[in-house]
């Protein structure tokens, strides 16, 4: 579906999240995630600071949602927001939005990095709900070694990806016009399978109907064939 289709659409999945999504619960471990649970789930996952609780919110049109601060290192667990719709395919799956801790940043020491990491792994790894990892990149600070080795691991593990340039209200055009071909220029060898990369503002609410739509449809096709 090209993007003018889906405009058509945004009605749709603007009530979808609107009003509807609930903060779920919060694990510092993976093993204590429930593991049978029947859900569906899109995971959102960045460096620090790349804005993604604040996109949460944002998409869910609830600024007391998730916790943002200014300060990397505000999310240090992998926190389930729940929305509380059905997909008719799979009436009885729970859908779930997956706020996860940021990489790359220590809060004392080293110690922090490698906990997160492993937490983040694990999740990525063996979470069988999992349907699709919404990767963040800061649009001003662009693709870094940690973004591009996440985004090769998604294609060593078969993991469905999308990747979403957040903060655009701030980064200025050349800046973006030089991040789209080193992008370009990274995927080349990568089949990115049609997704085109999204550019959103959360602060200037820009492209936030259309990641709603996006996600929708994710959960929406992730059922078609049960
Ligand atoms: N200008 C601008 N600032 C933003 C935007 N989105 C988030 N921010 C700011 O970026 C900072 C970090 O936002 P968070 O949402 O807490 O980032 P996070 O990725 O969840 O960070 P961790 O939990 O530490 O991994 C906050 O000061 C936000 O206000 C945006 O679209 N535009
Ligand atoms: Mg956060």
Redesign the pocket.
């Known amino acids: 579906m090209n993007i003018s289709e889906k405009k058509k659409n945004f009605k749709y999945s603007d009530n979808f999240f609107h009003n509807h999504v609930t903060f779920s619960e919060s694990y510092f471990e993976f093993d204590k995630v429930p593991t049978e649970r029947d859900s569906i789930e899109i995971a959102i996952l960045?460096?620090?600071?790349?804005?993604?609780?604040?996109?949460i919110n944002n998409l869910c049109m609830n600024k007391n949602l998730?916790?943002?601060?200014?300060r990397?290192?505000?999310?240090v667990s992998i926190n389930f927001y729940k929305i509380n719709q059905k997909i008719e395919k799979a009436s009885k799956a729970e859908i779930f939005l997956v706020?996860l801790?940021?990489y790359g940043?220590a809060r004392k020491g080293g110690q922090d990095i490698k906990k997160i990491s492993n937490l983040i792994n694990k999740y990525l790894i063996k979470r069988k709900q999992l349907i699709k990892i919404y990767l963040?990149i800061d649009s001003r600070v662009g693709l870094q070694p940690t973004d591009a080795e996440f985004i090769n691991f998604f294609h060593q593990n078969n993991l469905e990806y999308q990747i979403v340039l957040?903060?655009i209200?701030?980064a200025k055009k050349v800046d973006l016009d030089n991040l789209d071909i080193l992008l370009k220029s990274f995927f080349q060898g990568l089949d990115l399978a049609g997704n085109e990369i999204l550019k959103?503002?959360?602060?200037?609410k820009i492209n936030l109907d259309l990641l709603r739509n996006t996600m929708m449809e994710d959960f929406i096709s992730s059922c078609k064939d049960d």
């Open positions: 960045g460096r620090s600071n790349v804005g993604k609780s604040t996109l998730a916790f943002t601060s200014k990397p290192g505000c999310t706020d801790p940021g940043y963040l957040t903060k209200d701030k959103v503002s959360a602060k200037e």
